[in-house]
């Protein structure tokens, strides 16, 4: 594209082909009338504009009329076009005529803003549409329909104009075409809402985009339409917009100063130029769109704004309005030592703080900059603790930990209470920020401070504790510093703390694999949190998230999905955006178990947007581990690798162990995915050893699974059977299936090629434990490994159906790089040869090496583990290995199921 050639419209292009087609037939035809018509900002000059430069390469001549901003002579485009001509000055005869004469070979006439025309200019052009020129001319006519002449407007759309007449109405923007109009990433969370806040209206975007620097497009053809206005209308248009919307005629006039027929005339005046618009319910008035009362505020003087505020916190007050209404208006406009108006602060602040808006912050830091100097403590400590909480809540760690850092020398020398919020929410900011020795030495520091303290004051240190106790892997801690949090709850009547010291309690029996404490406590905290209404949850997001973790781990996939939409959409209303890159990481998760791997792209990104944002490492590496994730999922290998070693890559500042091992799991599967033939090593040294130290008691079978895989992918068999042993050997009866599944999962692919038919029986029962959990996708690999096990056994016609399966549940999903396996499986038997004489294969005690069918024969008899070790002189632990081969190779799940195969002859052709 040349430097001078214009950025091609977006969304217009079915109104650029109809122009185009016109423009094409223009030398052919007789004249035609194409009218664009829409609301303000949505683009009609700028298609008049497109219009003009295609007209120029078909190669037609342009004649173009318009009403200027700030224009005080005569408005008629008509005569602004056909100036050249004479035309308005001596008409020696009628624009039909004119354009008649000098049409040919063809001529395009372009006239804009038909509504700010005078009504004889307007007749004129009714007449000409009437009675077009029997001459190859194109008309194009922009106008906005709420002020242009409503005749004019019926003729256009009535239907009763001639066939020549085009009616192109422009619409907003959807959201794909507005996040090109800003050059957005479509997967940003902010598009959305700057799509829902513009309306889809072009210039509106541009305005609330920025564009980055300087005054954005758009501004200026709003201060046009303000310069057009009476002095009278321009001061009530500031005033409104010093008040914001909606406005009432009489506040409005206490603000302006206007009063009677004079504030009558100025709103009259805005309205007819569809600056503001009437509320039909009840009286008062709106501007056009927000960023016309933005454009309106910036135009009016410094000084005369501030004055404007003070008079219009006098009118709000005199009317009784509340204090988080006057607030914007005090702020502005109060002095320091203004103690009545740090008092409206404190409680708009407090008011606000019920949602978490983020207005509160705002509040509260005007409330401490009118703090007299010689203010005395605690009030400034205890302003300076809402403020930082609130800082945070809105993501705004760094400055939320500044504010502590300030608070806390008055907080020591005043108030043990304040003291300990001040050390509790900071150990909290400091753990987000990776930063948990610092936060651990604050609680230390506050415990040595308020030992003589009750329990009344000390629950929001303790359960700083157990979050802290969470992320350094103590699970024995977690626990007791949540209980002690708990009976400070309960002391208090605090809902919102009792929330996550329940939920933290969870999560470690979850991550401690003590599914037996943790299901009833998962069963409580999900009735407790759907018994709230939505801003009771507001304060209750930590516990909602701790929630959806926990119905994650348990196989609850759609009701952890219920969860974790419902505290985002609270979270966005009520401005806690704290909460959201851990809720969207989680949500990522969840949908990519549940096979919605585009939703989960959408959410793992905005987790990633959100995290960095906010500056907290901690939410940053989760985030990046579920964009690895599902990145790896959707076959973006080079997307998947880049966030896994940015996931992995921290050295100053390490997040908490579980979050940890979790992004070195979804790299290693990232790496794996993208052809890594590395074997274990490199993931069992991130986690510790073999023995996975580093990683939580629950995620070991899917770790262990994930090992097999890359043991077989390496060729090493034997290597990944041990890892497989290992994964069976992780879960219990009692646990939840998704973790026996994928133990069984782990147990088919590693016997897959050399015990196929053993391979197929765990692979069934894989499938069946992880699509009961709702893991749609995991279950798939099941299929897929109990297809590739029945094709080594021999049998094309189960494989090929499994394989199918596994891959109709891959193409939905649109799991790429799972799928692509699945079609190679499938190529690779169809081209196999049909077999014809081979041996049955083995199953039953045939699968049995000589030393794992004594080991079975003994057990089978009764002896202990101890007493076979002695009998064969090997170790306990040899035996227990034995064990495991044998009970993956017979498909059986304990020492009686295994002595009745043993004793049965007919099991060794079974």
């Not at 080991?855 to 040899?878: C, D, I, P």
Request: charged share 20%; proline share 5%; glycine share 8%.
């Amino acid at each position: 594209m040349s430097a001078a050639e214009p950025a091609p419209m977006i969304g217009r292009e079915r109104e650029i082909a109809v122009i185009s087609t016109a423009l094409s037939q223009l030398t052919v035809g007789s004249a035609r009338v194409i009218t664009v018509t829409g609301d303000p900002g949505l683009g009609k000059t700028r298609l008049l504009e497109e219009a003009t430069r295609l007209a120029g390469v078909h190669g037609h001549p342009v004649l173009a009329g318009r009403v200027p901003y700030g224009s005080r002579g005569p408005a008629d485009p008509l005569s602004d076009a056909l100036h050249d001509y004479r035309y308005g000055i001596d008409r020696a005869e009628s624009p039909r005529d004119l354009l008649a004469r000098i049409a040919a070979p063809g001529l395009v006439l372009i006239l804009d803003d038909i509504d700010r025309a005078d009504p004889a200019a307007v007749v004129e052009l009714l007449r000409l549409l009437r009675r077009p020129p029997q001459a190859p001319v194109l008309m194009l006519m922009a106008y906005r329909p709420r002020q242009v002449a409503a005749w004019l407007h019926q003729y256009v759309t009535g239907g009763s104009h001639p066939r020549a007449v085009d009616w192109l109405p422009l619409a907003p923007l959807d959201g794909d075409e507005a996040a090109r109009l800003v050059a957005a990433d479509p997967l940003l969370s902010w598009r959305p809402a700057l799509h829902s806040d513009s309306g889809g209206n072009p210039r509106y975007l541009q305005v609330l985009a920025g564009q980055g620097t300087g005054i954005a497009p758009g501004t200026w053809a709003l201060s046009g339409e303000l310069a057009d206005l009476s002095p009278a209308a321009q001061l009530a248009a500031s005033a409104a917009a010093v008040l914001g919307d909606p406005f009432a005629l009489a506040v409005v006039g206490a603000v302006a100063e206007l009063t009677g027929p004079e504030l009558h005339a100025a709103i009259d005046e805005l309205a007819r130029q569809d600056l503001v618009r009437p509320v039909e319910a009840d009286g008062r008035f709106v501007f056009r769109h927000p960023v016309v009362g933005t454009v309106a505020y910036a135009a009016a003087a410094p000084a005369w704004r501030l004055a404007a505020h003070a008079r219009a916190a006098l009118a709000l007050r005199a009317i009784g309005t509340s204090p988080d209404a006057m607030a914007h208006h005090v702020e502005r406009s109060a002095a320091v030592g203004d103690r009545e108006a740090i008092a409206l602060l404190v409680a708009a602040a407090r008011a606000d703080g019920e949602t978490m808006t983020p207005t509160r912050s705002r509040w509260l830091r005007a409330a401490l900059r009118l703090l007299p100097a010689d203010s005395q403590a605690p009030r400034p400590a205890t302003l300076m603790v809402a403020l930082a909480a609130a800082l945070a809540a809105e993501g705004r760690l760094a400055e939320s930990r500044v504010t502590l850092h300030r608070a806390w020398p008055a907080a020591v020398a005043h108030h043990s209470r304040t003291y300990d919020l001040v050390a509790g929410l900071g150990a909290i900011v400091e753990w987000l920020l990776c930063r948990g020795a610092e936060g651990r030495a604050l609680l230390d520091r506050a415990a040595g401070a308020t030992s003589g303290a009750s329990t009344a004051v000390r629950p929001t240190r303790s359960l700083a504790l157990a979050v802290i106790d969470l992320a350094d892997g103590s699970l024995d801690g977690c626990r007791r510093w949540s209980a002690d949090a708990l009976t400070g709850a309960e002391h208090s009547g605090d809902r919102a703390l009792a929330g996550v010291g329940h939920g933290l309690m969870l999560v470690a029996d979850c991550l401690d694999a003590r599914a037996d404490d943790a299901a009833p406590r998962l069963d409580a905290l999900a009735a407790m949190v759907d018994g709230l209404v939505d801003s009771e949850l507001a304060g209750n997001l930590g516990a909602t998230g701790l929630l959806g973790l926990g119905e994650m781990m348990f196989g609850r996939p759609v009701d952890a999905l219920r969860h974790l939409d419902r505290a985002l959409t609270v979270a966005h209303a009520s401005g806690t955006l704290l909460a959201v890159p851990h809720l969207q990481a989680g949500r990522a998760f969840v949908l990519r178990a549940l096979g919605r791997l585009t939703e989960a792209t959408v959410a793992a990104a905005e987790a990633v947007e959100l995290a960095t944002t906010s500056g907290s490492d901690e939410q940053l590496v989760l985030a990046l581990a579920a964009r690895c994730c599902v990145a790896t999922w959707t076959g973006d290998r080079d997307g998947a690798l880049r966030a896994g070693a940015a996931a992995t890559g921290w050295r100053a500042r390490r997040p908490s162990r579980w979050v940890t091992a979790l992004a070195h799991r979804m790299y290693a599967e990232a790496r794996l995915a993208g052809g890594g033939r590395e074997g274990s090593r490199t993931l069992t040294d991130a986690l510790g050893g073999a023995d996975l130290p580093e990683l939580d008691r629950w995620s070991r079978p899917y770790t262990y699974e994930l090992l097999t895989r890359m043991e077989l992918a390496d060729d090493s068999r034997a290597d990944a059977m041990e890892w497989a042993i290992r994964a069976g050997g992780t879960v219990t009866a009692s646990g939840p299936p998704q973790r026996a599944g994928m133990a069984e999962l782990a147990i088919a692919e590693a016997l897959a090629a050399e015990e196929p038919v053993t391979a197929q029986c765990h692979a069934a029962t894989a499938a069946r434990l992880l699509d009961a959990s709702g893991l749609r996708l995991d279950a798939a690999r099941a299929w897929l490994a109990g297809g590739v096990a029945a094709a080594s056994g021999g049998d094309p016609q189960q494989a090929a159906a499994q394989l199918r399966r596994a891959q109709a549940v891959f193409d939905a999903a649109g799991a790429h790089g799972w799928s692509r396996y699945a079609v190679a499986e499938r190529r690779r038997l169809a081209g196999r040869a049909p077999r014809t004489g081979t041996a049955a294969p083995r199953s039953g005690l045939d699968t049995l090496t000589s030393r794992e069918r004594q080991v079975a024969m003994l057990v089978s008899e009764g002896l202990t583990n101890r007493r076979v070790a002695q009998r064969l002189h090997v170790t306990e632990k040899t035996v227990e290995t034995h064990l495991s081969r044998i009970f993956a190779k017979l498909c059986v799940g304990s020492r009686v199921e295994m002595a009745r195969v043993c004793l049965d002859p007919t099991s060794r052709t079974s």
